[in-house]
Nanobody, 124 residues
């Protein structure tokens, strides 16, 4: 099965940048792409953005549009976060959907494989 390891979180000042990595292994998933979600303790997981592996089509939440970008090289995907805000503070998870999609889905129920999460803290 697909295994995901996400990393790159840490403490960053407001206005700064951070790059998260998601390394995938153990399966064929080039049709499916990778998406990122984030979660604050006690709240639901929210969609951040995603990319389809073959076409490179992307989908971003309005809250991060224009600030975050996603790219991929070989078996690793990257979430580049620029102009970070304190409200971006959360645990970030990468995820792979269970089915191929033309456009990255925003519903977490569509995803079968998840990374362990990496903490991002943005100070003001």
């Amino acid at each position: 099965q697909v295994q995901l390891v996400d990393s790159g979180g840490g403490l960053v000042p407001a206005g700064g940048s951070l790059r998260l990595s998601c390394a995938a292994s153990g399966g064929s998933f080039t049709r499916y792409g990778i998406s990122w979600f984030r979660q604050v303790p006690g709240k639901e997981r929210d969609y951040v953005g995603g990319i389809t592996w073959d076409s490179g089509m992307t989908n971003f939440a309005d809250s991060v549009k224009g600030r975050f970008t996603i790219s991929r090289e070989k078996t690793t995907a990257y979430l580049q976060m620029n102009n970070l805000l304190p409200e971006d503070t959360a645990v970030y998870y990468c995820a792979v959907p269970r089915l191929p999609y033309i456009y990255p889905p925003i519903n977490e129920a569509e995803y079968d494989y998840w990374g362990q999460g990496t903490q991002v803290t943005v100070s003001s």
